[in-house]
C-alpha cells in the first residue's frame, strides 16, 4: 500500500488522482488516521497553533502550514490559549493564514498576568505584560505526509518578530531591548504506518521567557542557538498524544531561565475545531521556581 502511495504521488494534477490518493493515504494509516481528508489535507497533520501562533505544538512550531488547503488553496486558523501555573498567568490569542501550502503568515498576542508577583516586584498585583508576534514560515522543501518513499523531512524557515509593550519595565529588569526576531528552521516527518510525527528545530533567538521579559540581558547579550522538539503518535484520526522540550536562552541575571517541556493530548471532533490539553512544566519565572500547570488550547481552522 505505501508504494501506491508513492505512485500517485507523481499524479496529482488530476482530479481523479486527488481522490486515488486521499484513499491510499487512508488505507496505509490504517486504524492510527482514517480516510478523513479536511480541505485536502489530513485530520490533525497540519499541527496545533503554539503559544507564537505558528502551526506545529503548542511549544514549538513544525514545518506544516497551517490551516487545510492544499496547493492553490487557502488555510487559516484562530485560536485561544491559556496557561496557569502555581504563580502565573499566560492567554494567547491569534492567528495564522496558510497560502497554496507553501507559505504562512501569524499573528499572536501574548498576556502575560503576574499575578501577586507583581505586587512583590512593585508592579501591581495582576499586572500584565503584553508582546505581539508576527510570524511569516516558508516550507522549503519535503512533505511530510507524502514523501513515504524518503526520509526527506518537510523543511520550513520562518521568522518571528516580537515588539514588546511595556519596553520600559522590560529593560528595568536587566533586558537590552523590548523587541527582537526569531529565526527558526523546522524539519517534521510523519511515519505513516505507526502514524508517528516527529518534528525538530533549531532557534537562532535572544528572547527572554519567549520575549515576555525582553531581549538580551546583563548575562548575556547575543542571540543563541535552541533546539525544541516534538513527538506525537495519532492513536486515531481524531486524537494525538505527544510530548515536546523547548531549550532557553539565559540572559538575565534576576532570574534563571530553564528549558521548557510538556505532554499533550490534541483532540479534533470536526474539520473545524480541535482542543488541546497538556500538563507543562516552565520552571524558574523571575522569582518562582518550579512554575508548573495546565495548558487548555482551542482551534477553529479551515
Known sequence: MQQAVIRMKH?????GARGALALALALAIGPAIANDRTGGKLL???GVSQIEGAAGGGLTPWAVIGGYGTEGQFGGNVFHTRVATDDYRLGVTGLAVGISDRVELSYARQRFDTRDVGAALGLGRGFKLEQDVYGAKVRLAGDAVLDQDTWLPQIALGVQHKRHRQGD????????SANGTDVYLSATKLFLDPG???NGTLRHTRANQ????GFGGDRRGSASVEFE????????????VGAEYRTKPNNLGIAREDDWWDLFVAWAPTRNVSVTLAYADIGNVVIRDDQRGWYL??????
Do not use: D, M, Y
Request: glycine share 10%.
Open 44 to 46: 490533525l497533520t497540519a
Open 229 to 240: 522538539g516534538s513527538v506525537a503518535l495519532l492513536l486515531h484520526r481524531t486524537l494525538a
Open 196 to 198: 508517528l510525527l516527529v
Open 297 to 302: 488550547s482551542v482551534q477553529f481552522g479551515f
Open 11 to 15: 499524479e496529482r494534477t488530476s482530479i
Open 210 to 213: 519567549v520575549g515576555i521579559l
Open 169 to 176: 519595565i522590560v529593560r528595568a529588569v536587566g533586558a537590552r
